[in-house]
């Protein structure tokens, strides 16, 4: 007998204790220096506290050769802005992002099997599930891009997922494709501004080469859609 599904909310108590439990281990040690993780967390956070301690979002600082456009722009503005600008330079405070996208991933994931299922428990069970991974343990919460790229590469496809469960049937024509083919060109959009701070700020014929080249991706893609 299938006891996940047999009845609707049926038995859910344990799983909402062992979800509360998940997000608990979660939240704690957060500003601990040995909590699961990799060596590049300390990178992005010295290059983090070095442009806010420069007092501009660009170009970003590191006294690290070869490190200082290691990532994205919007990684480190992220802990620029939890540390205040470096008022408040704390583990824990650069790591909170990282945490709050990891349970907006486990509260979409929840909803969509929820709306897929009809069956809160069922979706309960799959919210924690994904926190009793040991890779979203490690990477969903330390000062890493893991967790951002988790929500916002899967963003559309929750979007998707909560549109066939509200028709009952796979869409028709085109839009299942639109909003993901949309983000997605959206993101080529982002990158190429991101790109801009990896020129050189002297050549602007290279920065109008990055835009050109994301504008001409992000074409291609709206094109497919």
């Known amino acids: 007998m299938n006891t996940v599904g047999a009845t609707p909310g049926h038995g ?49 600082a590191s006294e690290l050769e070869h490190m200082r456009n290691t990532k994205p722009p919007l990684l480190f503005w992220q802990a620029m802005v939890a540390g205040n600008w470096g008022q408040h330079w704390h583990l824990w405070a650069l790591r909170a992002p990282s945490l709050v996208y990891t349970l907006l991933v486990t509260l979409a994931i929840g909803l969509s099997v929820r709306r897929l299922s009809g069956n809160p428990r069922t979706a309960l069970v799959a919210a924690c599930v994904y926190l009793a991974f040991f890779c979203t343990f490690r990477y969903g919460r330390p000062y890493l891009t893991s967790a951002a790229e988790s929500f916002w590469l899967n963003l559309p496809m929750f979007w998707l997922l909560w549109r066939v469960a509200a028709s009952g049937q796979q869409p028709s024509g085109s839009t299942p494709a639109t909003a993901p083919g949309a983000w997605s060109a959206g993101g080529y959009v982002l990158a190429g501004v991101s790109g801009l701070q990896v020129v050189c700020p002297d050549r602007p014929g290279r920065s109008n080469a990055v835009v050109r080249l994301a504008a001409g991706a992000a074409a291609r893609d709206l094109a497919g859609v």
Not at 15 to 42: C, K, R, T
């Open 12 to 60: 859910a108590t344990g799983w909402v204790a062992l979800l509360l439990l998940f997000v608990l281990a979660y939240a704690l040690g957060l500003d601990g220096q040995h909590i699961p993780s990799n060596g590049d967390e300390m990178v992005y956070a010295h290059i983090a506290r070095l442009t806010a301690a420069s007092g501009h979002w660009l170009p970003l």
